[in-house]
T-cell receptor, first 113, second 111 residues
Framework: DGGITQSPKYLFRKEGQNVTLSCEQNLNHDAMYWYRQDPGQGLRLIYY???????QKGDIAEGYSVSREKKESFPLTVTSAQKNPTAFYLC????????????FGPGTRLLVL | EDQVTQSPEALRLQEGESSSLNCSYTVSGLRGLFWYRQDPGKGPEFLFTLYSAGEEKEKERLKATLTKKESFLHITAPKPEDSATYLCAVQETDSWGKLQFGAGTQVVVTP
C-alpha cells in the first residue's frame, strides 16, 4: 500500500528538549511538507522540500529544523527555541508540480510536560 | 489579512438535510483550490481540486463548485458518516507548492 506514515502518534517534550518527528512516504513523490495545526486555525506551513538535499522555510519556521537526505524521508525537529510547541503536526507529500495535490499523513500530536 | 475564509465555522444537520459550505478567497491569481475532509485526530483526506471558475466536481453526496471569489461544497442528503471538518485551501500562481488553508467548517450530521 502506498502512503505516508508519521511516528510517533503522540510525543511528549520536556522543557529545553529537542524532539524529532518522523515522516516517511512510499508514493515516489518529490515534494514533502510539514504543517502545524492549532485549534480554530488553518494549517500553517513550517518547511517544505521540493527535492532531496533542498528545503525552504514556510510561514512559521522559527524553532524548527528539517533535513531531506532521502526522497522518502523528511524528519522535523522541534527545538527548544520553539516556545509553544503543543500542536498537531501534519506531514504531506506531492508530485512537486504546479497545481499539484498534497496528500497527508495521519499526524503527530506533540504535548509539553 | 486572511486569504481564505470558511463559513460557517460549525454546521449541525439532520440526516437528509442538504446544505452548503462556503470558502471565500482573496489571492492575486489562483492556481488551484482544494477541498479536504478531516476526521478528529486524523490527517486531512483529499476530496477535490478545482482550477478555474465554473468548474464542478462530484463525489458521492459531495459537490464542489468554483467562482472567481469563492467555492462551495454542497452536501446532498447527508448521512452521519459525513460528519467531519471540511478544509479549503488555495494555491496562488506565484507560490510553488504552498497552500493557504482556511480554518475549516465542522459538520455534524445527526440521525
Amino acid at each position: 500500500d502506498g502512503g505516508i506514515t508519521q511516528s510517533p502518534k503522540y510525543l511528549f517534550r520536556k522543557e529545553g528538549q529537542n524532539v524529532t518527528l518522523s515522516c516517511e512516504q512510499n508514493l515516489n513523490h518529490d515534494a514533502m511538507y510539514w504543517y502545524r495545526q492549532d485549534p480554530g486555525q488553518g494549517l500553517r506551513l513550517i518547511y517544505y522540500s521540493q527535492i532531496v538535499n533542498d528545503f525552504q522555510k514556510g510561514d512559521i519556521a522559527e524553532g524548527y529544523s528539517v533535513s531531506r537526505e532521502k526522497k522518502e524521508s523528511f524528519p522535523l525537529t522541534v527545538t527548544s527555541a520553539q516556545k509553544n510547541p503543543t500542536a498537531f503536526y501534519l506531514c504531506a507529500s506531492g508530485l512537486g508540480q504546479y497545481q499539484e495535490t498534497q496528500y497527508f499523513g495521519p499526524g503527530t500530536r506533540l504535548l509539553v510536560l | 489579512e486572511d486569504q481564505v475564509t470558511q463559513s460557517p465555522e460549525a454546521l449541525r444537520l439532520q440526516e437528509g438535510e442538504s446544505s452548503s459550505l462556503n470558502c471565500s478567497y482573496t489571492v492575486s491569481g489562483l492556481r488551484g483550490l482544494f477541498w479536504y475532509r478531516q476526521d478528529p485526530g486524523k490527517g486531512p483526506e483529499f476530496l477535490f481540486t478545482l482550477y478555474s471558475a465554473g468548474e464542478e466536481k462530484e463525489k458521492e453526496r459531495l459537490k464542489a463548485t468554483l467562482t472567481k471569489k469563492e467555492s462551495f461544497l454542497h452536501i446532498t442528503a447527508p448521512k452521519p458518516e459525513d460528519s467531519a471538518t471540511y478544509l479549503c485551501a488555495v494555491q496562488e500562481t506565484d507560490s510553488w507548492g504552498k497552500l493557504q488553508f482556511g480554518a475549516g467548517t465542522q459538520v455534524v450530521v445527526t440521525p
